[in-house]
């Protein structure tokens, strides 16, 4: 049975106290239990207390910044990070995705998409939960790449890699289907669970998520198509 989205719990860790108060009574509104934190001490501290089912997280914060928080509460247990960053450059995106960040928002951002992105990512985790119950025993293997569905470890040419969960889900996508090219917006639609329409095209998240793959992966394990997305070149 689908999880109910309202009654889950969010942990939202930002040290702006205005905009703190402002996503936790967006969430509290749609039925979230919300907790909160305001630096990066507590903000570790309160996910080991509470078990969020979600992370809102600045990366901007007092103590120890948010990949910091990200990296050892990761470390702990896995859980979907929803990442709040006021700086637009490209690497400091692909550090926080890189540390176990699911996803980010750039301020100024609206209630509205925060929420979309909220409810995307808790449904991708009960979507990802239920294929490895399904798949359980499945590998897929292509060329020197080798997929354990079950386990959620991967390996090429024998070496194996450390992918994040929404990594691992956007290669098992690719996996399934290789050659074909994926357009973005069906990556964000099948991935992530996007409302693509109502949440922007969001295909900076896909483009960094790419990069990552090929930085973890090989450069050559992910052909970009020039205006329409990806397609898997590892052989069958």
């Given amino acids: 049975m689908p999880m109910e989205l309202g009654g889950r719990r969010v942990l939202v860790v930002e040290d702006d106290v205005t905009i703190a108060e402002s996503i936790a009574a967006r969430l509290r509104a749609e039925g979230f239990t919300v907790d909160l934190a305001h630096d990066g001490p507590s903000g570790v501290e309160t996910d080991a207390g509470r078990e969020p089912d979600l992370v809102v997280l600045d990366v901007m914060l007092p103590g120890f910044d948010g990949l910091e928080v990200c990296r050892r509460i990761q470390a702990r247990r896995p859980v979907p990070v929803l990442m709040l960053t006021a700086r637009s450059d490209e690497t400091d995106m692909l550090i926080g995705l890189g540390v176990g960040a699911d996803d980010y928002l750039t301020k100024p951002f609206s209630m509205r998409v925060l929420s979309a992105r909220v409810h995307a990512l808790l449904r991708r985790v009960e979507r990802s939960a239920r294929t490895d119950v399904s798949e359980a025993g499945t590998k897929i293997v292509l060329g020197d790449l ?81 205006g329409v997305g990806y397609a898997l070149e590892v052989g069958s």
Avoid: M, Y
């Fill in 146 to 226: 080798e997929i354990d569905v079950e386990q959620r470890r991967v390996t090429r040419a024998g070496t194996q890699a450390q992918l994040t969960p929404i990594e691992f889900d956007l290669l098992v996508h690719f996996a399934k289907r290789p050659r074909a090219v994926q357009p973005r917006e069906r990556l964000l639609s099948e991935v992530w669970d996007w409302d693509v329409a109502g949440t922007g095209s969001g295909t900076r998240a896909v483009d960094s998520h790419i990069k990552a793959l090929r930085r973890k992966l090989g450069a050559d394990l992910i052909r970009t198509v020039h």
